[in-house]
């Protein structure tokens, strides 16, 4: 038995083989090769699978998010059979190059001429090749699509993931995750928590390759991990799930039941998510709402632009099956650690505080116009709210509203259906944001605090760092303080204050929560039901004064 120990970052116990994450290094090894025939034969064998995982994608595109994000793997599947491509590999193989790097040298002539030409939607395809192209050079050197090519789930182990990496992954082949780096503030922890998925990071170099395949149980809650554990190690760790399990189906027992306190202050309890798939998650846990869906994760998920087409089915989708329910969708955060290629955003020193989230919206005005065009066509299909992420201005809300009023207008001339009234909301999680709330309040419709970029830029503590968890203290007086300074100027404007960072799930200080006044809190669909217990157990006046003045003192 050998037992190792990282930071438990999502909850549960999971048990099974232990699977390494297949990442191609991205090299491309070149050689001549005698057999070309038996590498023409290799080529076509790689071609045959592409078209395969492509028609797989498709299927699941399809059932997901709907016909015209579907027909992205169709195009691909043409792409692969175009005569042009296919025999300009065949003609480099038969002057001796090993497949891969007729591949890739193909990919890079196409897509040169794709970029070359004068309409923007072929410069596009330059993207489309290159990627069905990788795909391709991916089967023939091994590397996996998706990661995983395993029969049985698997508990997934990897240096890191990127989000980009697991937004891709097939959630149905994960029991859980091990890895050497990452932080329990990363975009890949808060998917995994979301997924409801256990999840251990910073396990450093103890964990081996070699434990690949080894039979393993993970603790998401303590970070314990153990490889052939024996019978009593077996035993506490499988006892420990089927308290779980039976905690759960206590919990069950809430459903339908307000988040009433014992005094009968009313919280409302809302759902993050990344995508509409997440929506089964957020009807299962019987979430009021959806407080935060983090939309770059369609940017994340695509080679390209997601089109106006393909977000509005997108949004339509999770605002009908919300049924009326408030579905506050934020516009996209991609940088950071969020990083989309084809943003070709340039390296930056400090990403956390360069050109993300809103500044490139405000930055690019064609890609925000986008996504605001398809927010507002879908709103006429549910309870849709839109909210701006990083602010740290009055201009920038001002300068939003009225981008926004604009797409409004241009959808009304086109005579396009949408909802009379949108709310239109602010993440606070910015230190500017909390000193400007009073007059921010006066712009928007509710606050929604982004604790964990609140916490990062309050405290200088990147959220990503792996050896400064100590630091990243989002129980900071610092940071409680800024959130009451943000519910008094937003309850004094008359407007509606949450939280949907991580925090809002962290039931040590639901109370501290409700003494402030928030009026909201959006956490993992799995949180909803153990939060609704305790909301319920609170009496909400019995200790406000106390703990206001302790958060004064
Ligand atoms: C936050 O910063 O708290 C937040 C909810 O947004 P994200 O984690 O996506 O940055
Ligand atoms: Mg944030």
Redesign the pocket.
């Known amino acids: 038995m050998i037992r190792l120990q990282g930071k438990g970052v999502s909850g549960g116990v999971a048990a099974g083989p232990l699977y390494f994450y297949r990442r191609g290094n991205g090299e491309i090894e070149r050689r001549e090769v005698a057999d070309t025939a038996a590498e023409l034969a290799r080529f076509e064998e790689a071609r045959k699978t592409a078209m395969e995982q492509l028609g797989a994608l498709y299927e699941k595109a399809l059932a997901e998010v709907g016909e015209e994000s579907a027909q992205l793997f169709e195009s691909h599947q043409l792409m692969l059979d175009d005569l042009d491509y296919v025999e300009s590999v065949q003609g480099m193989v038969e002057g001796g190059l090993n497949a891969e790097a007729a591949v890739a040298d193909t990919a890079e002539i196409f897509a040169e001429m794709f970029a070359n030409m004068d309409d923007a939607y072929m410069q596009a395809r330059a993207a489309d090749v290159r990627d069905i192209s990788g795909r391709v050079v991916g089967i023939l050197t091994g590397a996996v699509a998706g990661g995983i090519d395993s029969d049985v789930p698997v508990v997934l182990a990897s240096d890191d993931l990127a989000p980009s990496e697991t937004v891709q992954l097939d959630k149905s082949k994960i029991l859980g995750f091990v890895t050497r780096g990452g932080s329990g503030n990363s975009?890949t922890a808060?998917l995994a928590r979301t997924m409801g998925i256990p999840a251990i990071c910073s396990v450093g170099d103890a964990l081996e390759d070699g434990f690949e395949g080894r039979e393993v149980i993970i603790d998401g809650q303590t970070g314990e991990i153990v490889f052939d554990a024996d019978a009593a190690a077996r035993d506490r760790l499988l006892k420990k799930q089927a308290k779980e399990r039976a905690l759960k189906e206590l919990l069950e027992k809430l459903k339908g039941q307000p988040n009433v306190t014992i005094d009968g202050r009313s919280v409302m309890v809302y759902c993050n998510i990344g995508s509409p798939e997440d929506v089964d998650a957020v009807l299962q846990n019987d979430g009021g709402g959806i407080g935060?869906f983090?939309s770059e994760f369609l940017y994340l998920q695509n080679n390209d632009y997601p089109t106006e087409e393909q977000q509005f089915q997108a949004y339509k989708t999770v605002a009908e099956r919300m049924g009326g329910k408030r579905v506050i969708i934020r516009t996209l955060?991609i940088g950071a650690d969020k990083q989309a290629d084809y943003f070709q955003l340039d390296h930056e020193e400090n990403p956390a505080m360069g050109l993300r989230a809103i500044r490139i919206c405000l930055t690019r005005p064609e890609v925000f116009r986008t996504q605001l065009r398809a927010l507002y066509r879908a709103s006429a299909y549910g309870k849709i709210a839109i909210m701006f992420p990083m602010i740290t201005s009055v201009w920038e809300v001002q300068e939003i509203k009225r981008i926004c009023a604009n797409v409004r207008e241009e959808l009304m001339r086109e005579g396009v259906p949408m909802a009379d009234y949108v709310e239109l909301g602010i993440m606070i999680?910015t230190p500017a944001s909390v000193m400007l709330s009073d007059r921010l309040a006066k712009e928007v419709d509710f606050f929604s605090v982004?604790?964990?970029?609140?916490t990062q830029y309050t405290l200088a503590v990147d959220r990503q760092g792996q050896s400064l968890d100590r630091f990243f203290d989002a129980h900071h007086p610092a940071v409680l303080r800024m959130l009451k300074m943000a519910a008094d100027n937003a309850h004094a404007a008359g407007i509606w204050i949450g939280i949907?960072?991580e925090l809002g799930a962290d039931v040590s200080l639901t109370e501290t929560f409700l003494a402030i006044g928030i009026d909201e809190l959006s956490v993992s669909p799995s949180s909803v039901l153990p939060l609704r217990s305790t909301v319920r157990s609170i009496d909400s006046s019995a200790r406000r004064d106390e703990i206001l003045a302790e958060l004064a003192r």
């Open positions: 975009h808060i935060l983090r955060d999680e982004g604790t964990n970029d609140l949907c960072g």
